[in-house]
């Protein structure tokens, strides 16, 4: 019998196994409503599927996608008519800067992975949005490398723009400022640009528990196993524990006491 004093120390090993303890219809069934979702807003399609020719940076999600093949073209324009938003409000973003903004709205209008992180919200052109979708540290401190001597003259991009031109023009008074100095890190970069959209975690490409804005057009789309992972502990709260960060919920505690015995046994 492993006591209670112990059983904290090893739910970090229990975490990994947890896919085995649970039955194939319950896996397979646990937190469904969060995965191959799209959600409810201005361009996305009402189911993901199938897109095969998706524009450029938007092609990873081609065998699965929450946007069409025009919307993936115009997410890489300078000045997009999805949302009439101008990346070069002060002036051009340097290309290996913009080419993460453009990363950034193919993640969003494209992925059906999202699911764990949509928010329902009240706004005239999405019914839904996403909120704190935990970025690979990676992905984020790599947007910060190559946007960080760029110009911007605000730190959040979602609100607060004069819109007088049909475009997204600085409001009055704010003066254009490098990247460094109006977010400051690449924390403040990626949880403050989009109102908190992302959140910047230390979690590792590969580890399974962070969200890739970049991965190979030609390989496995490494953030369904990421959805199915946060869909679970979703679900498992929704049953009644509470998720704590990077732990288990408490109600999943009886079905992780089965190999209590066998994680003790190893060497």
């Known amino acids: ?24 219809g319950r896996a397979a069934a646990a937190g469904s409503a969060l995965l191959n979702m799209c959600m409810d807003a201005k361009h996305h399609k009402q189911e993901p599927g199938p897109e095969g020719l998706l ?3 938007c092609a990873p999600w081609r065998e699965r996608a929450c946007c069409t093949a025009n919307t993936s073209a115009a997410a890489h324009e300078d000045r997009s008519h999805l949302y009439g938003f101008n990346w070069a409000h002060c002036g051009a973003l340097p290309p290996r800067c913009q ?20 928010q329902q919200v009240d706004s005239s052109w999405r019914k839904e949005r996403i909120r704190d979708v935990p970025l690979c540290r990676e992905d984020c401190e790599q947007w910060w490398s190559d946007c960080r001597a ?28 490098r990247f460094a100095e109006v977010f400051g890190s ?7 640009v989009w109102s908190g959209s992302y959140r910047y975690t230390t979690l590792r490409r590969g580890s399974g528990r962070c969200i890739q804005m970049w ?26 524990g509470a998720a704590p960060p990077g732990g288990p919920p408490a109600a999943l505690l009886p079905l992780l006491l089965p190999v209590l015995p066998v994680l003790l046994a190893r060497p």
Not at 166 to 177: E, L
Request: aromatic share 10%; proline share 9%; charged share 15%.
């Open 150 to 177: 760029a110009l911007t003259c605000k730190s959040n991009w979602h609100s607060g723009w004069n819109w007088t031109t049909g475009t997204n023009v600085c409001p009055r008074g704010a003066r254009c400022r």
């Open 55 to 57: 524009y450029g940076q």
């Open 186 to 192: 690449a924390a403040g970069l990626c949880e403050r």
């Open 1 to 24: 019998m492993v006591g209670g004093q112990a059983l904290p120390l090893l739910l970090p090993l229990l975490l990994p196994v947890l896919p085995v303890l649970l039955p194939a």
């Open 99 to 118: 080419r993460h903004f453009v990363q950034d709205a193919c993640l969003y209008e494209c992925s059906p992975n999202l699911g764990p992180w949509v």
């Open 215 to 240: 991965f190979d057009a030609d390989g496995p789309n490494p953030n369904v196993a990421v959805a199915e992972y946060y869909a679970l502990l979703a679900d498992a709260a929704d049953a009644g």
